[in-house]
């Protein structure tokens, strides 16, 4: 069908970036899934396009992405990612070079993570239920410790004199004693505009999601300069909306506290890396790696939407992976685009398929393959949508 053919309906020009180890199993089953919606929901038209970036790329072109790949990607309306990271390449070079690269490119600056326990999903948590697992982690995405200004110097090139003013000349400040041979360092950075942005969607979330209390992550205790000025911000903020109860957390009580009492918590708002540590405990405590999307949003921008797990080189191929975190992250795309009704039917679709529990992967006690698990999901679009026509 013609994409225009219609015009009270806009397609969305949607990237694919499948990348590597189980990146492109997980996004075929993604896309499949989104197809099937599109087939079932005429108002719903997507238009795919892929883009070959990830290790056998970097390999072939010694390319990660060039400046006018990412103008390509600007482009589209939102960029659907597989996952990135492959043993063939240095760690670090596909990560940074890629998966950081567009995040700050098209300055996603919030790292949008629901912690949902969907019915039917063994939760590692003793007596937890559904209604006791639902809530957002909103990561700051763009700052931090993720900034990239570090270095390492070996006292064989300089002599520790030099090394003292060669750090002092990057004027941050710092009064370090080199004892010992080399040195690394690395700085986090916080700005208040920075902050303020990523703070203010995580108020303006928990009111569009009907939640009543936001939670605000940091280490001000111990790296007083970067997070008290954050800390600061949330406190401005969190004048703005007196609906909206506040309180602080330290990171290391905040994850033993998501194992103990995961209920208390509606949205999480946190600078970026422990934003990156939360979130793997998150994942867990809501069933698994498998089951948990990301999407890394500018809201007046492209967003880019992925699951939070990595290419998991060691099942790569094997058609055994759980889609299910990268169905999810579709979903987050379709609400990201304003397509509520398309995003509600395929949150549902993959709800039913995890309570009725016949076909499910090995990472949640079953047998099916990746792509068995896309066509259930499929079909059971087929099917809420069939039910919604005769009523
Ligand atoms: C994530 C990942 C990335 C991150 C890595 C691959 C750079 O762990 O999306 O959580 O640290 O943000
Ligand atoms: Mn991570």
Same mark, same amino acid.
């Given at each position: 069908?013609?994409?225009?053919?219609?015009?009270?309906?806009?397609?969305?020009?949607?990237?694919?970036?499948?990348?590597?180890?189980?990146?492109?199993?997980?996004?075929?089953?993604?896309?499949?899934?989104?197809?099937?919606?599109?087939?079932?929901?005429?108002?719903?038209?997507?238009?795919?396009?892929?883009?070959?970036?990830?290790?056998?790329?970097?390999?072939?072109?010694?390319?990660?992405?060039?400046?006018?790949?990412?103008?390509?990607?600007?482009?589209?309306?939102?960029?659907?990612?597989?996952?990135?990271?492959?043993?063939?390449?240095?760690?670090?070079?596909?990560?940074?070079?890629?998966?950081?690269?567009?995040?700050?490119?098209?300055?996603?600056?919030?790292?949008?993570?629901?912690?949902?326990?969907?019915?039917?999903?063994?939760?590692?948590?003793?007596?937890?239920?559904?209604?006791?697992?639902?809530?957002?982690?909103?990561?700051?995405?763009?700052?931090?410790?993720?900034?990239?200004?570090?270095?390492?110097?070996?006292?064989?090139?300089?002599?520790?004199?030099?090394?003292?003013?060669?750090?002092?000349?990057?004027?941050?400040?710092?009064?370090?004693?080199?004892?010992?041979?080399? +040195?690394? /360092?690395?700085?986090?950075?916080?700005? !208040? $505009? @920075?902050?303020? #942005? =990523? +703070?203010? /969607?995580?108020?303006?979330?928990?009111? !569009? $999601? @009907?939640?009543? #209390? =936001?939670?605000?992550?940091?280490?001000?205790?111990?790296?007083?300069?970067?997070?008290?000025?954050?800390?600061?911000?949330?406190?401005?903020?969190?004048?703005?909306?007196?609906?909206?109860?506040?309180?602080?957390?330290?990171?290391?009580?905040?994850?033993?506290?998501?194992?103990?009492?995961?209920?208390?918590?509606?949205?999480?708002?946190?600078?970026?890396?422990?934003?990156?540590?939360?979130?793997?405990?998150?994942?867990?405590?809501?069933?698994?790696?498998?089951?948990?999307?990301?999407?890394?949003?500018?809201?007046?921008?492209?967003?880019?939407?992925?699951?939070?797990?990595?290419?998991?080189?060691?099942?790569?191929?094997?058609?055994?992976?759980?889609?299910?975190?990268?169905?999810?992250?579709?979903?987050?795309?379709?609400?990201?685009?304003?397509?509520?009704?398309?995003?509600?039917?395929?949150?549902?679709?993959?709800?039913?398929?995890?309570?009725?529990?016949?076909?499910?992967?090995?990472?949640?006690?079953?047998?099916?393959?990746?792509?068995?698990?896309?066509?259930?999901?499929?079909?059971?679009?087929?099917?809420?949508?069939?039910?919604?026509?005769?009523?």
């Amino acid at each position: 069908m013609n994409i225009h053919q219609n015009c009270d309906s806009v397609a969305y020009k949607i990237a694919v970036i499948p990348g590597d180890g189980i990146g492109p199993e997980v996004i075929r089953e993604g896309v499949k899934v989104l197809q099937t919606l599109q087939d079932c929901m005429p108002e719903v038209k997507l238009e795919f396009v892929y883009f070959p970036y990830g290790a056998d790329h970097y390999l072939k072109t010694g390319e990660t992405i060039s400046e006018e790949g990412l103008k390509e990607l600007s482009k589209f309306d939102a960029i659907y990612l597989g996952a990135l990271g492959d043993p063939r390449v240095p760690p670090g070079i596909l990560e940074q070079g890629i998966l950081l690269k567009i995040r700050f490119y098209f300055e996603q600056f919030v790292n949008l993570r629901p912690v949902k326990l969907y019915p039917g999903v063994p939760c590692p948590l003793v007596g937890k239920k559904p209604e006791d697992v639902n809530f957002y982690i909103v990561r700051e995405n763009t700052e931090d410790f993720y900034v990239g200004i570090g270095g390492r110097i070996r006292e064989k090139r300089r002599t520790e004199h030099e090394i003292k003013r060669s750090i002092y000349s990057i004027k941050f400040g710092l009064d370090l004693e080199v004892d010992g041979d080399e +040195i690394a /360092y690395q700085i986090g950075v916080i700005s !208040r $505009k @920075g902050a303020e #942005r =990523v +703070i203010r /969607y995580a108020f303006e979330l928990a009111r !569009r $999601k @009907g939640k009543k #209390r =936001v939670t605000n992550v940091d280490k001000a205790n111990v790296l007083t300069h970067v997070y008290s000025l954050w800390r600061e911000v949330f406190e401005k903020i969190a004048k703005e909306y007196p609906d909206i109860e506040t309180e602080h957390a330290f990171v290391d009580a905040i994850s033993m506290w998501f194992v103990k009492n995961p209920e208390w918590y509606q949205v999480v708002v946190t600078p970026n890396m422990f934003g990156d540590i939360i979130t793997d405990l998150g994942a867990m405590i809501q069933g698994g790696m498998g089951l948990a999307p990301g999407g890394n949003i500018n809201p007046e921008g492209i967003s880019m939407f992925e699951p939070i797990h990595g290419s998991a080189p060691k099942y790569a191929g094997k058609n055994v992976a759980n889609p299910i975190a990268t169905i999810l992250a579709g979903h987050l795309m379709l609400e990201q685009l304003g397509e509520t009704k398309a995003a509600e039917v395929l949150e549902k679709a993959v709800a039913e398929v995890l309570r009725e529990g016949k076909v499910r992967t090995r990472d949640l006690g079953g047998s099916s393959s990746t792509s068995e698990v896309g066509d259930a999901i499929a079909n059971k679009i087929r099917e809420i949508c069939g039910i919604r026509h005769q009523a």
